[in-house]
Structures are given as C-alpha cells and as structure tokens.
C-alpha cells in the first residue's frame, strides 16, 4: 500500500517567486493536512481539506493557499516567497482522525 | 488554545535500556485524542502510539507504552528495550475529538540510542 508521497522532495526559489507543492494521500484518505515545521517555529498548521473543501486553517498570510482535487490529491501555493518561507513542509492524509494520520517524507523548500 | 510542552529538548539512552519522554498540555477541552509521532532523520513523520483522552487504559504498541494521567493533563511516553532505530525526534502532539482536523504538536524531544 502506497504512503502519502510528495513532490518535490527538495525545491530552491528565489524571493518574491510562487512555488507549487503537491501531495498524494493514501488511496481512500479523504483527508489532507498541511504543516510547516522551521527550527524555530516547530511544527505549524497550515490547513485541512476534505473532499475538496477547506474545513479549517491556521494563522498564515493570505500568501499561503491550498486546494484538493475530485481525487483527494492536494497543492499548496506560496506566492510571493519570502526568506522566511524555507521550511519543511509536510502533507499528512487521514481516513479517519482518531486514528491518526499518516504523513510523507517532505518537500524541503529553501528560499534565497 | 491548546499548547502542548515537551521540556526535555535532548534525551539519550543506552542500547536495551528503558527511557521515558515527558510531555504536558494545557487544555479546556474534554474529549481529545493525543499521539506520540517520530521522525527520524529521513524526515517522515511516523505514529507510535496514540491514546484517547475518553479511556482510562493506558496505550500500549510494543516496546512503546504512555502513562496518561488527565487530570494532570500529562502523557509520557516510555520506550523499553531501546534499540538504535529508535534514534529520531520525538512529538507528543493533541487533537480535538470533535471539531478540528489539527495537530498541535510540541517542539520535540531528540532522543539518540547509544550502542
């Protein structure tokens, strides 16, 4: 069984690009979360669809936006990219929240 | 608002020993689950165990285990028999029952297994 895979692993931008990042969740998990994890933030949500709506957010800039396919895959966008958007971002896909959520490997983003 | 602490930044433990990770949390809420995740240095978050704050047995997977006290509104984790893939960063992170599809993770514990 497939794990939650995610392009690209590793990505560089420069200040004031947009980027793409893109989530395949586990097949059947309607559910998709995003996170950024920094060294100095730790781990930050970002947001959650479910069968292609936003059901919640967190506390970023209007720069950060996601959507979700008729498929459960998922894209997050950041326009406008800032030295402080490098990060880890993780994606994590869900069947059902009590039993967790399972997460992928990563896209390491670096903003120069 | 829910925070979740872990206030042991680093941790380690020799190889076949037993090491405990603490964590608290602070919350109004009452029906919540909690988990423990990993990640090593591959980077992908991984579930140990998770407990549901509704039940009163503590969790159980193998060589992992929780001592879930709620009114303390603690959840340690306990590793017995430490081996050295379990070398990684831990997380204690907390997530509503009811509404909310978020985690609220804690800023980690880096627990290395020394052989």
């Known amino acids: 069984k497939a794990g939650v895979t995610q392009t690209p692993r590793y990505l560089i931008k420069t200040r004031g690009q947009q980027v793409t990042l893109s989530c395949s969740p586990i097949s059947g998990h309607r559910s998709v979360s995003w996170y950024q994890q920094t060294p100095g933030q730790g781990l930050q949500f970002l947001f959650e669809?479910?069968?292609?709506?936003?059901?919640n957010k967190g506390n970023f800039p209007g720069r950060f936006s996601g959507r979700q396919f008729s498929n459960s895959r998922s894209e997050m966008n950041v326009s406008t990219l800032e030295l402080g958007d490098s990060a880890l971002y993780l994606c994590a896909s869900s069947l059902d929240r009590a039993w967790g959520y399972t997460f992928g490997s990563g896209t390491r983003l670096t903003v120069v | 608002a829910q925070t979740v602490t872990q206030s042991q930044p680093e941790m380690s433990v020799q190889e076949a020993e037993t090491v405990t990770l603490s964590c608290t949390y602070d919350?109004?809420?009452?029906?919540?689950?909690l988990f423990w995740y990993k990640q090593p240095p591959s980077r992908q978050m991984i579930l140990v165990i998770r407990?549901?704050?509704?039940?009163?047995q503590n969790a159980t997977e193998n060589r992992f285990s929780v001592n879930f006290q709620k009114a303390a509104k603690s959840f340690s984790l306990k590793i017995s028999d430490s081996q050295l893939g379990d070398t990684a960063m831990y997380f204690c992170a907390f997530m509503k029952r009811l509404i909310g599809n978020q985690f609220y993770f804690g800023t980690g514990t880096s627990l290395t297994v020394i052989p």
């Open positions: 407990q549901e704050a509704y039940k009163q």
């Open positions: 669809y479910f069968s292609e709506t936003q059901r």
């Open positions: 919350t109004s809420e009452n029906n919540y689950y």
